[in-house]
């Protein structure tokens, strides 16, 4: 077990959807939080360095990362792959030299095989070809499992990794273009709503499946690994049940209100088919989820209207 109270502890990413929930359920553990404002680019080893020799964070949660959509994902291979790997490799690295005693890095479920066994487990990871609209991203977060396994064989650093599944929540990003699709649903089903739209269009056939956690139960889950694993193996992250594509879309309009039509624009990719984790790792070990979908989706949708939508200059009455 490892204890966090009194320790300074970094957040890597904290402006972001899953660092800034970290760091408000790290204000139940009686520990320091450290985060570095955005003058300081990860992607810049010095200035990480020099972060970590003036600040020496005893703990380290790396939730820095470009991310994106599937469309997004799609468009910026390089963007996904160079960025996503200079952050890992700069922060990992200066937490050894500043003798950080843990740190926890954050992956993604895209990192297994497009069509892995279902439900996924840990060890099905490098075990088959890569969805190819992500698979930028997935290498860049399989580069940063080896390296916590790396540094834990030849340096003895108690680095781990979790591999959430897809998340959402509060400090979502809800821009169409680059978001997750349950963010995009909202925007679309609340924009259709008071623009009294007959329907809204989703991308691909919505046949795919998807497992959705909240991202408070993802920071919650962060800190029972934090405390309570050492290990080489990543863990799973997730909420242990999935829906498709349409499903959600029905789901996202009830909560909205919006009582149009869903139509699929067929033009857009579908990713992988399904990606549903085995949670069953860290379920052992005594963590659970605790949002369900639908009160996860209103909570969301609540963060949307009261500050997106605000925003975006909503006047609507409905
Ligand atoms: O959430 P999403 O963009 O990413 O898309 P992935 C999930 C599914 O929803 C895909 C469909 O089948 C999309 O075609 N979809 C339907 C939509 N309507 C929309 C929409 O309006 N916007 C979006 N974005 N999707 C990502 C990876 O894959 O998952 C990342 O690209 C990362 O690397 C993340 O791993 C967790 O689930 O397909």
């Not at 003036?54 to 468009?75: H, Q, T």
């Not at 064989?153 to 998340?167: C, H, K, Q, V, W």
């Not at 956690?213 to 999935?242: M, P």
């Amino acid at each position: 077990m490892y204890e966090l109270g009194g320790k300074r502890v970094y957040v890597a990413g904290h402006k972001g959807m899953v660092g800034s929930a970290i760091v408000r359920r790290l204000e139940r553990e009686n520990c320091e939080v450290l985060t570095s404002d955005r003058s300081i680019d990860l992607r810049e080893q010095a200035a990480v360095r020099e972060w970590f020799e003036a600040n020496r964070p005893e703990a380290v949660i790396l939730a820095a990362a470009k991310v994106g959509g599937i469309l997004a994902n799609d468009s910026f291979p390089a963007q996904f792959l160079y960025d996503n790997l200079m952050i890992e490799a700069n922060v990992i690295e200066a937490a050894r030299q500043a003798a950080a005693e843990k740190l926890l890095f954050l992956g993604s479920s895209c990192i297994y095989p497009k069509l892995a066994e279902q439900p996924i487990r840990e060890d099905a990871l490098l075990k088959g070809p890569l969805e190819p609209t992500n698979e930028w991203y997935a290498v860049a977060k399989i580069a940063g499992i080896k390296l916590c396994q790396a540094y834990r064989r030849e340096y003895g650093s108690d680095f781990i990794s979790a591999m959430p599944t897809n998340l959402y929540g509060p400090n979502d990003n809800f821009d169409l273009t680059s978001s997750h699709v349950l963010p995009a649903l909202i925007r679309k089903a609340h924009e259709a709503k008071l623009a009294r739209a007959q329907s809204i269009e989703i991308w691909g056939s919505g046949a795919p499946r998807r497992e959705f956690l909240h991202v408070d139960d993802l920071a919650d889950g962060c800190i029972f690994l934090l405390k309570e694993y050492s290990g080489e193996e990543h863990v799973n992250l997730g909420s242990g049940t999935d829906v498709t594509i349409a499903e959600l879309a029905e789901l996202v309009c009830n909560v909205v209100g919006f009582e149009g039509t869903i139509t699929k624009d067929l033009s857009k990719p579908d990713g992988t088919p399904r990606k549903l984790m085995s949670s069953d790792k860290i379920v052992s070990m005594g963590w659970n989820p605790k949002i369900t979908l639908l009160d996860g989706i209103t909570m969301t949708y609540e963060y949307f209207r009261s500050h997106e939508a605000a925003e975006a200059g909503e006047t609507g009455t409905v």
